[in-house]
T-cell receptor, first 115, second 113 residues
């Protein structure tokens, strides 16, 4: 298995532009998570899905952020309009439940820089 | 806010020494406590995990010690190696209908040769 795939790996954009981050979870995993990582705030959960349905979006910072999961193999995180404080590494992770363990498998991340 | 507090923020250990990272949690409903390891430029990866019905779990040089009454758990890395230099995150999770993890802020471990 190729693992969780994220694209792009790096994104540099100007303030006010729309940014779309993409994620392909591991086949067969029914949970998908979006995280943001910064030095100041660590690893923050933004939103997660179960069977393509958003379960908890309480971590989404504001209305500029939106996420979708149109099918089991694809999810997007969109920021519109982007701001410099959105600069961070964004991770997607997927998971499935087995025997009470729910290991999350992380992708390589997208490093977003907003100038 | 259900937090997981992790300490220290950074740790420097000599090769062959023991690295110890501590975490404390608030949510008594947590039933899964993983540790993740992250190398620069990579996503976190599961290192070892424990459930609250055991007090210790060992996998190779890595051991989790768990104290349910104190709501604390720790990661011990024996015979630390330069290749162990990474950021380590503890987390707490609650099963049932909610399988999300709450992560600590991370510990940057440096093992000097």
């Amino acid at each position: 298995d190729a693992g969780v795939i994220q694209s792009p790996r790096h994104e540099v954009t100007e303030m006010g532009q729309e940014v779309t981050l993409r994620c392909k979870p591991i086949s067969g995993h029914d949970y998908l998570f979006w995280y943001r990582q910064t030095m100041m705030r660590g690893l923050e959960l933004l939103i997660y899905f179960n069977n393509n349905v958003p379960i908890d979006d309480s971590g989404m910072p504001e209305d500029r952020f939106s996420a979708k999961m149109p099918n089991a193999s694809f999810s997007t995180l969109k920021i519109q309009p982007s701001e410099p404080r959105d600069s961070a590494v964004y991770f997607c992770a997927s998971s499935y439940i087995v025997g009470g363990s729910y290991e999350q498998y992380f992708g390589p991340g997208t490093r977003l820089t907003v100038t | 806010q259900q937090q997981v507090k992790q300490s220290p923020q950074s740790l420097i250990v000599q090769k062959g020494g023991i690295s110890i990272i501590n975490c404390a949690y608030e949510n008594t409903a947590f039933d899964y406590f993983p540790w993740y390891q992250q190398f620069p430029g990579k996503g976190p990866a599961l290192l070892i995990a424990i459930r609250p019905d055991v007090s210790e779990k060992k996998e190779g040089r890595f051991t989790i010690s768990f104290n349910k009454s104190a709501k604390q758990f720790s990661l011990h890395i024996m015979d630390s190696q330069p290749g162990d230099s990474a950021t380590y995150f503890c987390a707490g999770g609650r099963g049932g209908s909610n399988y999300k993890l709450t992560f600590g802020k991370g510990t940057l471990l440096t093992v000097n040769p």
